[in-house]
């Protein structure tokens, strides 16, 4: 499978933005799908994953009850809608897939998409 994020830009806090990731490949369905996030100067971090049909999620402490992870298999698509956005959500967004929701098994991380936010 591989993966193509977009959706990203320039926000003003507590503004929300939404993020897009394109998967392509006959087995993008079999597949957890993540969030993960680089900040400048800091390591990649986990930011959300969703089970195979969408029904399990499970959130970084940082992003929950802001952030929401959803996927439409029908359009081979995974989204992240986040909402009251701050400064430190700052960082290239990337889509990934992996095998359970635990963010120590993602294996293939697509090109990322950047978020600033900023006033």
């Known amino acids: 499978v591989q993966l193509q994020a977009s959706g990203g830009g320039l926000v003003q806090p507590g503004e929300s933005l939404r993020l897009s990731c394109a998967a392509s490949g006959r087995t993008y369905s079999s597949y957890y799908m993540g969030w993960f996030r680089q900040a400048p100067g800091k390591e990649r971090e986990f930011v959300a994953a969703i089970g195979w049909g969408g029904g399990t999620t499970y959130y970084a402490d940082s992003v929950k009850g802001r952030f929401t992870i959803s996927r439409d298999n029908a359009q081979n698509t995974v989204y992240l809608q986040m909402s009251s956005l701050k400064p430190e959500d700052t960082a290239v967004y990337y889509c990934?897939?992996?095998?359970?929701?635990?963010?120590?098994?993602?294996?293939?991380w697509g090109q990322g998409t950047l978020v600033t936010v900023s006033s």
């Open positions: 990934a897939r992996g095998f359970t929701l635990a963010p120590r098994d993602y294996d293939y």
